[in-house]
C-alpha cells in the first residue's frame, strides 16, 4: 500500500464498495477494501482513474473561481463517472486519509 498516493488509495478503496456504515471500520477492513480495489482495478488503473480525478477537480475549480456562472456540466458529469456521488467520494477519501494517516503513525 506504501506506493499508492492518496488519491489512489481513494479510487481502490472506492471501487471495493465501502459499506454504509464506513466509520466504524478499523484500519485492517480499510486495508483489505483497499486490497480488493487494487485487485479489481489493476495498479496502473488505478493510477489512471486517480489522475483523472485530479485533473477533473482541477478543472472544475479552475472554472468556478474565474466564473461563478461558468458552465461545468463536464466536469460533473466526469465526476459522476468516476466517483458515483460526493458522498461516495467523501468516504473514500475519508477512509483513505485514516490508512494514510495509520500508515504515517505505524510506517
Known amino acids: ?45 488505478a493510477r489512471r482513474i486517480g489522475d483523472e480525478s485530479r485533473l477533473v477537480n482541477v478543472a472544475y475549480c479552475t472554472k468556478a473561481r474565474d466564473d461563478a456562472s461558468a458552465d461545468v456540466r463536464a466536469e460533473v458529469a466526469a465526476h459522476h463517472r468516476i466517483w458515483g456521488t460526493w458522498r461516495q467520494e467523501q468516504t473514500a477519501i475519508g477512509l483513505a486519509h485514516r490508512l494514510s494517516s495509520q500508515r504515517t503513525v505505524t510506517g
Open 1 to 45: 500500500m506504501a506506493a499508492l498516493s492518496h488519491g489512489e488509495l481513494a479510487v481502490a478503496i472506492h471501487t471495493a464498495g465501502p459499506p454504509a456504515s464506513a466509520a466504524a471500520l478499523s484500519t485492517d477492513q480499510i486495508r483489505a477494501l483497499a486490497v480488493t480495489g487494487i485487485a479489481l482495478l489493476g495498479l496502473a488503473e
